[in-house]
Structures are given as C-alpha cells and as structure tokens.
C-alpha cells in the first residue's frame, strides 16, 4: 500500500494569508506532497517532499 503527504503551507494573516502552490510543469498548480518511501515516518516524508519540491528547509510551529 502507498501512502502519501501533503502540505499546506501558509504564510501571514487574514486577507493577506498565502498558500504556498507549486507550478508543476505537466500537472499545473498543486500543493507540495508525495508519496513516503518505505520506512519513511510521514512527518519526515512531508519536510523532504517540502525541500524537494519548495526547496523549503526552515520552517516554524504555531
């Protein structure tokens, strides 16, 4: 069975909230994700998917 992640990756406040998209070049707009590799923990599969895909490698908890 795979199992796969996603991202949703906001920036700012209220109106000016963003969400962070990748332009894939054959599938369009998306969100980071993938699938875990095997042995892979999900929240480790979600940060490499965010640094392979966002090249996003500092991020911070609410």
Known sequence: ML?????????????AQWL???DHPNAGW??????????????????RELREEANLTKWKRP
């Not at 699938?35 to 892979?40: A, C, F, I, Q, W």
């Open 30 to 47: 998306q969100l980071p994700a993938g699938t875990v590799e095997v042995g892979e923990a999900p929240d480790t599969a979600v940060r």
């Open 20 to 22: 962070l998209t990748i």
């Open 3 to 15: 199992h796969k992640v996603a991202a949703f990756v906001t920036r700012g406040e209220g109106a």
